[in-house]
């Protein structure tokens, strides 16, 4: 899959609309990189529908190369280095660990960046407004009022839960980044009366061991920063929140469509085809340390009534009517 176009079985050729006015010089076909830390379909057709409003059409003046590391980690230098070596036009990096095998693999080719965590921890630009280098793009770090939101749905739903764990793999983040969002948890969940508990999780874990630690630890909830390496494990990580009966909350919508009881956070598809107008104006010539880095605008709230009903919990109406998307 790594060494040839990855299309999902959609053919950009098919792709077709005007160009919009001075998109593209005449005869030029543009190279795009495309990394994934995991293989989404739907945010690679957030990113097809980005280029195909924009008039990018394979065939004319598009070609892409997709390359996906299947939610390991330690391939994502080898198949970067694949992208330098073809010469790319602009490289889009999904992710914190692909934006990092990017920016170590080329200091000329512009990367743009997409659902990262802090850019500026994680030492990818000098600050949102002025990145500078090579990289700019789109993030989604979680602010103070954010984690307040994620748990205070969780007192909405489980209103006894006063311990909380925040299940992460904190090595797969910059230690200034990883630090960071534990102290922005830790104060959200003070503010809330709510006790926070670190649990660290890797690929290579037992996870129902640590279930059975978090259970014996009268654990009420459990918050899932899912990095790279644990996406491949979600519906494994979901399975084990419903048996233990503890209500699971994420950012990531992909974590309730997995399993867990809801997500609430910046919409992903969104911020991709955000991340196509960077691209955009990079082909146009623009500088990507010129270009401000943009945080979301747009959040969804996902609520998973299937596993709700599993863990014998009622979800609040008020809440089902603030919801974006019901799983049932």
Do not use: C
């Amino acid at each position: 899959m790594n060494r040839r176009t990855f299309l999902y079985g959609l053919t950009l050729g098919t792709l077709s609309a005007p160009l919009v006015a001075e998109a593209q010089r005449v005869g030029k076909v543009y190279r795009i990189g495309i990394l994934f830390q995991t293989t989404d379909n739907n945010y690679f057709q957030a990113i097809l529908q980005g280029l195909k409003e924009l008039g990018y059409v394979e065939g004319r003046n598009l070609a892409i190369e997709f390359r996906s590391a299947e939610g390991r980690v330690d391939r994502l230098p080898g198949l970067v280095a694949e992208l330098v070596r073809l010469n790319v036009d602009v490289i889009v990096a999904a992710g914190t660990a692909a934006t990092r095998a990017a920016k170590s693999a080329t200091a000329t080719i512009p990367i743009v960046m997409v659902a990262t965590a802090d850019p500026v921890l994680s030492g990818f630009v000098v600050s949102l407004a002025q990145p500078g280098g090579n990289i700019t793009g789109t993030t989604v770090v979680p602010t103070q009022e954010l984690w307040a939101k994620e748990l205070q749905l969780l007192t909405e739903v489980a209103p006894s839960a006063s311990r909380v764990a925040l299940l992460w793999n904190p090595r797969a983040l910059p230690g200034a980044a990883a630090a960071s969002n534990l102290k922005t948890m830790n104060d959200a969940a003070g503010k809330l009366r709510v006790t926070l508990r670190s649990v660290e999780a890797r690929a290579s874990d037992d996870f129902a061991a640590t279930f059975a630690g978090m259970t014996g630890d009268r654990i009420g909830g459990i918050f899932l920063i899912p990095s790279a390496d644990l996406f491949g494990h979600l519906p494994q990580i979901a399975e084990l929140a419903v048996k233990h009966r503890i209500p699971l909350l994420s950012f990531y919508r992909d974590v309730a469509v997995a399993g867990a009881l809801m997500s609430y956070g910046a919409s992903l598809p969104d911020s991709f085809r955000r991340a196509i107008d960077y691209v955009d104006k990079i082909l146009k010539g623009s500088k990507p340390g010129d270009l401000p880095v943009e945080q979301p605008t747009k959040f969804e709230l996902v609520i998973n009534l299937k596993t709700a009903r599993a863990i014998g919990l009622t979800i609040p109406q008020s809440l089902l009517l603030r919801a974006d998307e019901i799983i049932q």
